[in-house]
């Protein structure tokens, strides 16, 4: 009966430990520089500006996009920030992403030559 116990009291401390410390975060889970590559919206060289300057973030080492893709690939630290978190970000400067809109009056402030076929999305 006594061996029970042990057993039983160590498969429980077990359990506890790694319930406890066995989880982490998303943003823990991946270890050193990650590329990815979303679409966002914008017609032209401002754009571009815009969109390259507002991803100068804490945790993004990079960020470019490209006029003709439409494509942002960003190289970042996956512990500081999210893919989720650029997209907020770039589609409250005015330029929609795959997962967000922008605001609408955001949208109508961007000059004219800014201005891209919202009805696609």
């Not at 116990?5 to 998303?26: E, H």
């Amino acid at each position: 009966m006594k061996i029970f116990k042990i057993f039983t009291a160590s498969l429980i401390a077990l359990v506890i430990s790694t319930c406890a410390f066995g989880q982490t975060t998303t943003k823990e889970n991946v270890k050193g520089p990650k590329t990815d590559t979303f679409k966002v919206n914008g017609e032209c060289g401002m754009c571009k500006t815009r969109i390259e300057k507002g991803l100068k973030m804490d945790g993004i080492a990079k960020a470019e996009w490209d006029q003709k893709s439409k494509m942002a690939v960003v190289t970042y630290d996956p512990s500081k920030i999210t893919v989720d978190e650029m997209k907020k970000k770039v589609a409250s400067l005015g330029h929609d992403t795959d997962n967000y809109k922008s605001p609408d009056d955001v949208y109508s402030k961007l000059p004219d030559c800014c201005h891209y076929d919202r009805t696609k999305l």
